[in-house]
T-cell receptor
Framework: EAGVAQSPRYKIIEKRQSVAFWCNPI?????LYWYQQILGQGPKLLIQ????????DSQLPKDRFSAERLKGVDSTLKIQPAKLEDSAVYLC???????????FGQGTRLTVV | DQQVKQNSPSLSVQEGRISILNCDYT??????FLWYKKYPAEGPTFLIS?????DKNEDGRFTVFLNKSAKHLSLHIVPSQPGDSAVYFC?????????FGTGTRLQVFP
């Protein structure tokens, strides 16, 4: 069974530029999460989808971050414009349904300079 | 508001001995708890879980204990192996939210 796929693995951008991350969850997993993990901290939930609907985006900085999950499968997370403090690993995870443990992708390490 | 806390940022254990990683939580509505292991440059991988209606779950060298009255859970690894060296995250589920602790870096030395 294929795992959660994320791309790119690494990205370096200048502040005020925009960036997008892509995630393909495990086939059949209805729930998809985007987490931000800053060095030395635990993963922080940014947004959670159930199929193509948003369940929780309370910690998503909506003035600069956006995410979508078209057709309830793949998802993209965008940052525009990026700030220095956005430097982190962005993790995508999926689970079979709400309330289950999630499986993670390898993450995208973003460096904003 | 840190609902899931791992107060020890690091732990060093000799190979063959027991590793005990601790986690405290504040929300009594959590109904499922999980431990994840993370190597550098990789995403967290699921290790073991426990339902809130149980107090122990064992899988090979890994055992998770849950003390609901103390709002505390722990992960025991015995015997510890060098390959266990990683960052361990405690996580909890409330309805449909998966919330992580800050992690404990375990180092197992020969």
């Amino acid at each position: 069974e294929a795992g959660v796929a994320q791309s790119p693995r690494y990205k370096i951008i200048e502040k005020r530029q925009s960036v997008a991350f892509w995630c393909n969850p495990i086939s059949g997993h209805a729930t998809l999460y985007w987490y931000q993990q800053i060095l030395g901290q635990g993963p922080k939930l940014l947004i959670q989808f159930q199929n193509n609907g948003v369940v929780d985006d309370s910690q998503l900085p909506k003035d600069r971050f956006s995410a979508e999950r078209l057709k309830g499968v793949d998802s993209t997370l965008k940052i525009q414009p990026a700030k220095l403090e956005d430097s982190a690993v962005y993790l995508c995870a999926s689970s079979l349904r709400r309330g289950f443990g999630a499986f993670f992708g390898q993450g995208t390490r973003l460096t904003v300079v | 508001d840190q609902q899931v806390k791992q107060n020890s940022p690091s732990l060093s254990v000799q190979e063959g001995r027991i590793s005990i990683l601790n986690c405290d939580y504040t929300n009594s509505m959590f109904d499922y708890f999980l431990w994840y292991k993370k190597y550098p440059a990789e995403g967290p991988t699921f290790l073991i879980s426990i339902s809130s209606i149980k107090d122990k779950n064992e899988d090979g060298r890994f055992t998770v204990f849950l003390n609901k009255s103390a709002k505390h859970l722990s992960l025991h690894i015995v015997p510890s192996q060098p390959g266990d060296s990683a960052v361990y995250f405690c996580a909890a589920i409330n309805t449909d939210k998966l919330i992580f602790g800050t992690g404990t870096r375990l180092q197992v030395f020969p």
